[in-house]
C-alpha cells in the first residue's frame, strides 16, 4: 500500500478503523471518513502518532454535497486518490432494527438504502474523476453473506447489501476503461464491537467451518489484496471472508 492514498467511509468504528488502521501501517495515506466526526478525528489521531498519515472527515455518506466535499478533502490532504473502500452503513454503531419484515418502518427502509446503497453510489461518484484523471483506481465495496444466504429480520439490510452486487458488477464494467476496479467483500459475523458478548462469539464461531470466531483484523488482509497492485487482473467479483460460513 505504500504511497497509496485511501478513503475509507465509516472508518471511526469496528471494521473501517481496522482497515485505516492497517492500511496505514502498510504505508497508505488513509482518509478516516465517517458520520461520527470526532471518532473520525481520534483515528486519524492514533494513526498519525503512530507514525503513519491519515485526514479525517466528518460525511454523512447519504448526501451528495457531503461526499464531494469528502473527495475534494482527501485530493486537497494527499493529491490524488487510488483507493476507496465504501464501509459505511447503517449496521452495529448506527444500530438498525432487527425485526421481522412487516414491522420495519418505511422511514427506517429509506435510511437504510439511504445510507448503505445511495451512499455507496454517491461516494463512487465523488471519487471516480480523481481515479479517472490517472486511469487507475479500486473501489472495494462492502455487502455480507446475508446478501448471498439471505437471513431472517432485517430484510432491509439485507437487501442493501444485495444491492450492492449490482452496483458492484454494474460499475466494474461502466469503470473497466478507465483502468478502475471494483470489487465487493461479503463478510460473514465478525466481532466488530468493543465488547462482544459471550452468546455472540458463541453464535459467530457457530456460523463458520474454520475455528475461532472472525475479528476486524481477519477481513484486513483480504481489503488491502483488492486495494493493492495484486489484484489489478480482477475486477466484479464477490469475495465471501466468512470463514467457510457459505459457499
Ligand atoms: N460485523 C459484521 O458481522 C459484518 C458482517 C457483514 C457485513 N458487515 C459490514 O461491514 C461494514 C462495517 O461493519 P461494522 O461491523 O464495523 O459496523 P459499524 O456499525 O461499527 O460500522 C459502520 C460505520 O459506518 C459509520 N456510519 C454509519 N452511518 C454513516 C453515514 N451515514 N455516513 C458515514 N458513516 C456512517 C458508523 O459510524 C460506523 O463507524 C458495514 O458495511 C457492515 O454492513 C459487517
Request: aromatic share 4%; glycine share 10%; with cysteine.
Amino acid at each position: 500500500m505504500n504511497g497509496r492514498v485511501a478513503v475509507i467511509t465509516g472508518a471511526a468504528h469496528g471494521l473501517g478503523r481496522a482497515y485505516a488502521v492497517r492500511l496505514a501501517e502498510q504505508g497508505a495515506s488513509v482518509v478516516v471518513a465517517d458520520l461520527d466526526g470526532a471518532g473520525a478525528k481520534a483515528v486519524a489521531e492514533q494513526i498519525t502518532a503512530d507514525g503513519g498519515r491519515a485526514h479525517a472527515v466528518a460525511v454523512d455518506v447519504a448526501d451528495e454535497e457531503a461526499t464531494a466535499a469528502m473527495a475534494a478533502e482527501a485530493v486537497g490532504a494527499f493529491g490524488r486518490i487510488d483507493v476507496l473502500v465504501n464501509n459505511a452503513a447503517i449496521f452495529l454503531t448506527v444500530a438498525m432494527a432487527r425485526v421481522p419484515f412487516d414491522e420495519i418502518t418505511v422511514a427506517d427502509w429509506d435510511r437504510m438504502m439511504a445510507v448503505n446503497v445511495r451512499g455507496t453510489w454517491l461516494a463512487c461518484r465523488a471519487v471516480v474523476p480523481a481515479m479517472r484523471e490517472r486511469s487507475y483506481g479500486k473501489i472495494v465495496n462492502v455487502s455480507s453473506d446475508t446478501a448471498l444466504k439471505g437471513s431472517p429480520s432485517r430484510v432491509h439490510y439485507v437487501a442493501s447489501k444485495s444491492a450492492i452486487l449490482g452496483l458492484t458488477r454494474t460499475l466494474a464494467s461502466e469503470l473497466a476503461p478507465d483502468g478502475i476496479r471494483v470489487n465487493a467483500i461479503a463478510p460473514g459475523i465478525v466481532l466488530s464491537e468493543p465488547d462482544p458478548t459471550p452468546e455472540r462469539r458463541t453464535r459467530a464461531a457457530a456460523s463458520q467451518l474454520l475455528a475461532g470466531a472472525l475479528v476486524p483484523d481477519d477481513l484486513v488482509g483480504t481489503v488491502a489484496f483488492l486495494a493493492s497492485a495484486a489484484s489489478d487482473p480482477i475486477t466484479g467479483q464477490i469475495l465471501a471472508v466468512n470463514g467457510g460460513g457459505y459457499m
